[in-house]
């Protein structure tokens, strides 16, 4: 591989099984996250197991000042960025109104702006050296609203639609790009959210994020648009446009409702 594969949110859950994956394919890799020990320990042990370079650099990509250093110096550096996953984001969950509107913005800076930035900066990149290829991490909620969590399905339905405009543009610039959307995935995200994954988990309904990397990298080999893991959230998106958007609202606030923290 010439390039580096610069994967987003890379300390832990999706985005780690993600560089596994990767690594694992001989990529070489540029891992952002916050947490400046566990980037380390991750760059460390894939390089040592895979043979391959990792390196790392500590980002608050909530922060626009943070996301335009690492441009910056992704910009003045030498190293050819061939594949950009866009993998970190947060989520909350409770009555929108009655949520810190501090997590409200960072959300909306991670999971939005921050993604959108390094589409733009790395892509125009890609657009200059012929080539590329995108995978931006959304969700199965990017499909429907989420009553109770209205500014995180809001974020994830603005990952889809991006993206998916983004492929056609970029497509006769050799730049190919694909949209990760899973259901619920064993990981950080639900505690870091402070939301109850209980019933999830009692119902097996939470998935691996190894498996889920696995499902990903595959995708990306056969250049899918949306890449969507399990059979049973396939259905998913045929039969919300098929349902009433009121009954789709009604059925998704249930759903949710048991998953926010009790009072
Ligand atoms: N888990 C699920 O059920 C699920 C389902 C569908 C989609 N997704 C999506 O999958 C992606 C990965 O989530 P996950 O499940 O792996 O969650 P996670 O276990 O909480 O991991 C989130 C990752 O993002 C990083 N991150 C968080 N805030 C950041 C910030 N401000 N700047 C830079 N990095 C930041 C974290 O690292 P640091 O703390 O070191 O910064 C961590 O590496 C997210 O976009 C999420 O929306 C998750």
Request: aromatic letters at 4%; charged letters at 20%; hydrophobic letters at 45%.
């Amino acid at each position: 591989m010439s390039g580096y594969a610069l994967i987003t949110g890379a300390s832990g859950g999706l985005g780690l099984a993600l560089a596994e994956a990767l690594a694992r394919r001989g990529h070489k890799l540029i891992l952002v996250a916050r947490q400046r020990e566990a980037l380390e320990s991750v760059a460390c042990e894939l390089s040592q197991r895979f043979g391959v370079e990792a390196l790392f650099r500590v980002c608050d990509l909530s922060q626009p000042m943070q996301v335009s250093g690492l441009i910056q110096e992704l910009e003045q550096g030498e190293r050819r960025i061939d594949l950009l996953v866009n993998n970190a984001g947060i989520g909350s969950a409770g009555l929108f109104t009655e949520l810190d509107w501090g997590r409200e913005q960072q959300l909306i800076e991670l999971n939005v702006l921050a993604l959108a930035r390094l589409c733009h900066a790395i892509g125009q990149g890609m657009v200059a050296q012929g080539g590329g290829q995108i995978l931006n991490v959304a969700s199965l909620a990017a499909f429907q609203p989420g009553p109770l969590m209205s500014n995180y399905f809001a974020s994830k339905a603005y990952v889809l639609s991006l993206s998916e405009g983004l492929r056609n543009e970029l497509a006769p610039h050799g730049v190919k790009v694909s949209v990760l959307c899973p259901g619920p995935v064993a990981t950080g995200f639900f505690r870091n959210a402070a939301i109850r994954s209980s019933g999830l988990e009692r119902q097996q309904l939470l998935a691996s994020p190894e498996e889920i990397a696995l499902i990903a990298v595959r995708g990306l080999d056969k250049n899918r648009a949306i890449i969507i893991p399990g059979w049973r959230n396939r259905l998913v998106p045929p039969l919300l446009r098929l349902a009433p958007r009121a009954l789709v609202r009604r059925i998704a606030m249930r759903m949710i409702r048991p998953l926010l923290p009790r009072e």
